[in-house]
């Protein structure tokens, strides 16, 4: 066999293992988060554009879903398109683009079919993430004017990380969220992806004041000072990005 061979084999059967234990604690989703550098001017909605006629509705029909769309309101803004595919499994995640590339109307397109000297987009970026034991699956708000706030949590070591999220799963913090009137979307571990360890979860707001008031009742918890001041949890994020997100018209999520 072929290095390249080789490492391909290897890293699909570990994905595979990761899949089966997943597929063993409830059948937890897969996320994977693309991050679209876009065209300035009058190409900047090319993605947009091929997502709301032609990829979403592409993409359902083979099973993933549902598909969120964001842009970007307060934080790191470039990649200026944030896309969130929700997969059932991780065969949906290896084969997905053969997938789509059967699909007539999909494989056909234009965007699909640029050329080199005249790309849809400039690069995207993806990280996939298993979601957390004690949500196993994202949980799509109602569609109403809202915001998502995306925030990522690094650690220094995979122990560390583990420990995390321990927190939110047997610690309880995913329950003193819901309980203090935080409305989680999804949690979820990245197991490929930039800036690893991490784990990466989001929350959905009406608005910036709602969402400064919610945080507000949380923060002055009995529980979560309780679980904050835990010992056995000290230490394990050492850094934390934080992005407000807007949906566009035609996002699923």
């Known amino acids: ?12 059967a570990g994905l595979a293992g990761l899949g089966s234990a997943a597929a063993a604690e409830g059948k937890r989703e897969y996320f994977e988060l693309r991050r679209y550098r876009t065209h300035v001017g009058s190409k900047k909605n090319l993605v947009g554009n091929f997502l709301r006629e032609v990829g979403i509705p592409a993409m359902n ?3 993933i879903g549902p598909v969120g769309v964001f842009n970007a309101k307060y934080g790191p803004s470039d990649p200026t398109l944030y896309v969130m595919l929700v997969h059932k499994s991780l065969e949906s995640v290896v084969n997905a683009s053969s997938k789509l590339l059967a699909d007539d109307k999909f494989r056909s397109s234009d965007f699909v079919n640029a050329s080199l000297s005249d790309p849809g987009y400039v690069r995207v970026e993806s990280s996939l993430m298993v979601a957390f034991k004690d949500m196993p699956r994202l949980e799509a708000p109602q569609k109403k004017p809202r915001i998502f706030e995306l925030r990522i949590y690094e650690s220094h070591s995979i122990k560390a990380a583990k420990k ?19 409305t989680p979307v999804f949690f979820g571990e990245t197991i490929i992806g930039p800036m690893m ?3 990466t979860y989001m929350l959905t ?49």
């Open 61 to 63: 029909r083979i099973g």
């Open 205 to 253: 707001f009406d608005d910036l004041a709602d969402r400064d008031k919610k945080w507000s009742v949380f923060a002055g918890s009995p529980e979560w000072k309780k679980l904050r001041s835990n010992p056995a949890y000290k230490d394990t994020v050492s850094n934390i990005t934080d992005i407000i997100l807007r949906p566009t018209p035609y996002s699923q999520i």
């Open 197 to 199: 360890p991490n784990l």
């Open 1 to 12: 066999m072929k290095r390249r061979q080789f490492l391909t084999a290897a890293g699909l």
């Open 164 to 182: 995390k999220i321990e927190m939110f799963n047997e610690g309880g913090e995913i329950a003193i969220f819901k309980k203090t009137g935080l």
